[in-house]
Structures are given as structure tokens and as C-alpha cells.
């Protein structure tokens, strides 16, 4: 060393300390992260969350499995402590962030810390502890990856090529499936145990009704291209493009971004403005790339029926009741559920027809109804674009829907009770002489001649004449419970509001904060659907504990000020009562 130049090591402590005021980086981090002793409390909290859920035994058996024998060391951080440390962090407001997580293990954590998780207590740097977080989580991961790919690297063409091939071919789809079954199962039993923290008295209010809705889940990187034959620009190449409009499924546009959705489920109150008998908790998740939802609303409310919930509404937006019969509406109603949704402007007025009767927009009516109120509604409902914004949005004519319902009305079947086991319906018709009746065909009128009631089958219906369909669909793919855009729909409908609220409050900065990418350093589906499922079990703590604090809030009587004007002798003067003033002539 020249006799001129300073010892490094003392030069960067010089540096520090001139720069920063601390003598070494380590330290700078120690000051950098604000937090004290973690809490043994709020661990805890977290510990119990994962052990409740019951997923800790299955991971074992899981990797047992897996395993050629039980040789070999055991991990410096076991499975149980890679989600408590997850689930931590984000209830902290840090994501699933392995940086985060190894200046945790490393600056908040002393012995019993790590004791409490069952992790070695191996002395290690702050970047030992981040090898050991990221290689856990990956072996955790790789239990259950239904898409398991080299991800240090951006695929070229040829390799990406080889990827696709082991994920299509017969061995990699059955692994595919079976690992996806675990990734459900993990991340259900994960949001479930956290629902089950609900008082049971508080639960009993509950009357099933729940919303479902997608969330964009953005990732690091370039979105890959749509063209499966080029090379990826991701290192997560399963990863898809993300488009705000349409079914988010993106073709190529420089907005695009890569990403993937997160699917939810939430509670619903049951009345239109019966806000304060519970918190509207997130009951279940499912997670796919975007675009890619077909068989997902489905999905969470089977989730949802595994928590022992009675069918009730569902509000769903038009990407869900856009599925094919088989895949939501028929199962759905089968398990006695009923809907609330919206329809695409192409699919107002007829929907489907079965012996005398036409389904117009979710609503069974007799066939004599007149063509002006059948083809009502697309007059009532337009779509104008913002001129700030250049987004359509729809403007309804309040008036002329008023009308137009109220001359429905006299035409509209009437249900009888609920429906059957086999998803029959039973109809009374409206009696005769209370509407007007016509022709349809030859626009003249006509004396109804109708019977009682009529049954109609789940599997009913017919596309109305003059519309070409790919499929053709039963009637059940339309039909909904009030008649559309009435007022009793709109209110359920509106309550839809309750899961855009549930996406709103998973993005809030601080919190679980699942818009910011940097907050989720891992990559792969895997990866992105266990921190979103924890995220929403982050958000049902945080929803149950301000129920608990309003609830309370709610119940305790008002404190009344006392007044300070005494009298001479120091007595406080009693309140005024207010004296009625007569109105202004």
C-alpha cells in the first residue's frame, strides 16, 4: 500500500462519518430503519394467524414428500416463520419485501424474537439474512408453483419455447393442476383464518350476500410480448400485459404493463344502507393473468360456501355475468344463490325466449308486451364521452325509466317462492284484463288467454330471432333477481361499491400498499398471489379492528360537556333548555 493512500476501510469510515454523521453503512441502516424491538405482541398476532390457518402441518408433509430422504440441514427459517414474516411485514407497511424483511431479522429482532418463529439463531450479516429469507421463501414456493420457470434471467426465444413445452405438455399440466390446487388451498385457508377471528355473535348478523371484482396486481419489469413465439422481456415469463380498458388483457399498446389480477371476494350488508351490523370483510381470493378470468367468479364463491356462508346476493359486474351458463350462472343458482348485475348495451331488450314468454334484460314477462317498452331501455340508457378525460360513462333519462318500469310492471311474471333444488322456477302469470295485450307479430290487439302458473326449467330458453350468437344460451345466463335498473336493483347493485372500496384500501400507501411493485421483490405467480392473499388478510385484521372501535363508538352514550358559568358561590349552572321560536312571518 503506497504510504500516501488512506487505509480503506478508514477512508469509508471518514466518508460516513463526514457524509452521513455514522461510521459505518451498517449503522446508517440501523438509523434508516425507524422501528424499535418489534413488538412480541403484534408478532404474535401474526404467528397466530398462520398457525389458525392450519397450513404450517400440510407445508411439512408437502415437503416431505418431496424429499428423497430426511437428510440434509434443516432451514435457518422454516416455512412457518417465511409467512409470519410475510404476512409482519405487510401488516407494517413494508410489503413482502426481502430487503425489509432481512433488516427485520437483523435490527428489530434479538433472540426471542426469532426463538418465537423457530429460527436458528446462527450468527449472520444483514445480507446472510436476506440469502436465508429469499432461499426459504423459494423452497416454501416451489412446493406449490403451478408455474415453475428459470427466473434469474429474460428468456430468449429458444428457452422461452422450451418453457411452454414442459407447461403444455400432459406431465406439465397435471403438475400444473396439482400444484394449483395447493396455491388455492394455502391462500384460502390464509384469508379464511382471518374471517374466523370474527366474533361468532357479530357473524350471526350476517346474511350472505357478497361482491366480486378484479384488481390489477402490477409486477416489476417490461410487460412480455403477446406473441408467445418471441423472447421474453420479463424475468417472470409466465407474467401477461395489463390494459385499463376492455378485459384488461393486453395486446401490445405502449400503456400496457406487466402485470397480473387479483380476484375478491367481499361481504355485502344486507339491506341497502345496513352499514353498521359488521365489517365487510374480504371472504375469499383467486389470482390469474389478465384478462384470463373464465371459471374465477365461480371459484370464489365456492371459496366463499367453504366458510360455512348461506347463499345470499351476488353483485357482479358485467366480465362475470359475460361467462358461459356453465361456468358461473347455472352452478350459482343451483346452490341457491341469486344476482344483481349489469348488461352490455348489445344485450338490452330480449335476451331470450321460452314458450310465451320473453326475457327482457333479467326479467321474465308475458310475450304480449308491447315492442316500445320491450326496447325501452336502449333509449333510456346512453353513453357519453368526458371531454377532459375522453372516458365513456353511462347517462341514464330518470324519468323515462320511471315510466318505463311502471308500464312494465303489469306485464312482469310473478315468482312463486324460491327456486327448486334443480334450479326450477315457479311463475304466476299476471292476471288477465290488468294490461294491455298485443301481437307481436301482427301489432294488433289481442285478449290474453293465459294459464296460472308455469315452471321453468334452469336449462330454458331461446335467443331471440334475428340475434346471432356463438352460443346459444339458456335463459339463467341473464336472469337476474329485481327487474334491471329498477330501484330496488340499483341499490343492491350499487352496493358493489363495498369491493372497490375492499381494492382501494389493499392499495393505500403505508398500508398493504399491493399498487407499489417495489413493495413485492419476489418474482413468479406464486410469489404475487401469496403476498396479495396476505395483503387481504392484512386488510379483514384492520377491518375488524375499526368495526371493534366504532361498534363501541356507536354504543357508548354522548359525553355533554359541563358548562363552566357558575354562580357566586362557585355552583355550576345547570344546562338551558332550548325554547321553540315560532317561524319567520
Known amino acids: 500500500m503506497s504510504a500516501n493512500r488512506e487505509d480503506p476501510e478508514k477512508l469509508l469510515t471518514r466518508r460516513m462519518l463526514e457524509t452521513f454523521g455514522v461510521a459505518s453503512s451498517d449503522e446508517l441502516t440501523r438509523e434508516r430503519v425507524k422501528y424499535g424491538p418489534m413488538s412480541k405482541a403484534y408478532l404474535a398476532l401474526a404467528a397466530r394467524i398462520v398457525d389458525n390457518s392450519g397450513v404450517v402441518a400440510r407445508l411439512d408433509e408437502w415437503d416431505s414428500a418431496k424429499r428423497k430422504s430426511g437428510a440434509g440441514r434443516k432451514p435457518t427459517i ?3 416463520a417465511v409467512l409470519i414474516l410475510l404476512l409482519i411485514h405487510i401488516q407494517m407497511g413494508l410489503g413482502a419485501n426481502y430487503q425489509e424483511i432481512a433488516n427485520t431479522l437483523h435490527y428489530r429482532f ?28 423459494v423452497n416454501l414456493l416451489n412446493l406449490m408453483d403451478p408455474y415453475p420457470s428459470r427466473r434469474n434471467k429474460r428468456l430468449d426465444q429458444a428457452e422461452f419455447a422450451a418453457q411452454r413445452t414442459k407447461w403444455d405438455s400432459v406431465e406439465g399440466r397435471i403438475a400444473t393442476k396439482v400444484a394449483m390446487v395447493k396455491l388455492d388451498w394455502m391462500c384460502e385457508q390464509l384469508v379464511h383464518a382471518t374471517v374466523r377471528m370474527l366474533p361468532s355473535d357479530i357473524w350471526a348478523r350476517y346474511n350472505g350476500n357478497i361482491a366480486i371484482d378484479a384488481t390489477k396486481l402490477e409486477i416489476a419489469g417490461r410487460p412480455n410480448s403477446p406473441d408467445d ?31 397480473y389480477e387479483l380476484e375478491n371476494a367481499v361481504m355485502v350488508w344486507n339491506n341497502p344502507g345496513e352499514r353498521n351490523l359488521f365489517p ?18 365461480l371459484r370464489l364463491v365456492e371459496s366463499v360456501e367453504r366458510l360455512g356462508v348461506r347463499p345470499g346476493m351476488i353483485m357482479a359486474d358485467r366480465a362475470y355475468n359475460g361467462e358461459q351458463a356453465k361456468n358461473f350462472q347455472i352452478p350459482v343458482r343451483l346452490n341457491g344463490w341469486k344476482l344483481a348485475i349489469d348488461y352490455k348495451k348489445d344485450e338490452l331488450g330480449i335476451q331470450s325466449e321460452y314458450k310465451d314468454l320473453i326475457l327482457v334484460e333479467g326479467t321474465w314477462y308475458v310475450t304480449t308486451m308491447p315492442e316500445n317498452l320491450i326496447e325501452g331501455m336502449k333509449a333510456i340508457r346512453s353513453e357519453v364521452e368526458d371531454p377532459d378525460t375522453g372516458e365513456k360513462r353511462t347517462v341514464i333519462d330518470e324519468e323515462a325509466l320511471k315510466t318505463l318500469l311502471k308500464n312494465r310492471k303489469p306485464y312482469r311474471m310473478i315468482p312463486k317462492g324460491r327456486p327448486d333444488a334443480d334450479g326450477y322456477q315457479r311463475y304466476s302469470y299476471p292476471r288477465p284484463g290488468t294490461y294491455i295485450a298485443y301481437d307481436r307479430g301482427s301489432k294488433k290487439m289481442i285478449t290474453p288467454t293465459t294459464p296460472g302458473t308455469i315452471t321453468i326449467p334452469i336449462d330454458a330458453g331461446t335467443p331471440p330471432k334475428g340475434k346471432k350468437r356463438k352460443e346459444n344460451p339458456p335463459a339463467v345466463k341473464y336472469l337476474q333477481e329485481f327487474p334491471y335498473m329498477s330501484p330496488e336493483h340499483q341499490a343492491f347493485y350499487g352496493m358493489r ?28 405467480y ?20 375499526s368495526f371493534f372501535v366504532q361498534d363501541h363508538e356507536r354504543s357508548v352514550e354522548p359525553k355533554h360537556r359541563i358548562r363552566r358559568r357558575k354562580t357566586l358561590t362557585g355552583t355550576t349552572l345547570a344546562r338551558t333548555a332550548t325554547t321553540a321560536t315560532a317561524p319567520p312571518a
Open 280 to 297: 365487510s370483510l374480504t371472504l375469499a381470493v383467486t389470482f390469474h393473468q389478465p384478462g384470463r378470468l373464465v371459471g374465477h367468479g
Open 229 to 259: 413465439r418471441r423472447k421474453r422481456t420479463n424475468a417472470d415469463p409466465f407474467a401477461e400485459r395489463y390494459r385499463r380498458e376492455g378485459n384488461h388483457n393486453g395486446e401490445g399498446a405502449k400503456t400496457d404493463v406487466a402485470a
Open 110 to 137: 434479538d433472540a426471542e424474537h426469532r426463538s418465537m418463529l423457530g429460527i436458528n439463531d446462527a450468527a449472520t450479516s444483514r445480507g446472510g439474512w436476506y440469502q436465508r429469507m429469499r432461499r426459504s421463501t
Open 497 to 524: 361499491s363495498l369491493v372497490e372500496s375492499s381494492h382501494k384500501m389493499l392499495k393505500e400507501a403505508g398500508r398493504e400498499d399491493i399498487a407499489n411493485k417495489r413493495k413485492r421483490s419476489g418474482r413468479g
Open 526 to 545: 406464486a410469489f404475487h398471489y401469496l403476498a396479495a392473499a396476505l395483503a387481504a388478510a392484512s386488510t379483514n385484521l384492520r377491518k375488524i379492528e
Open 78 to 80: 422454516p416455512y412457518r
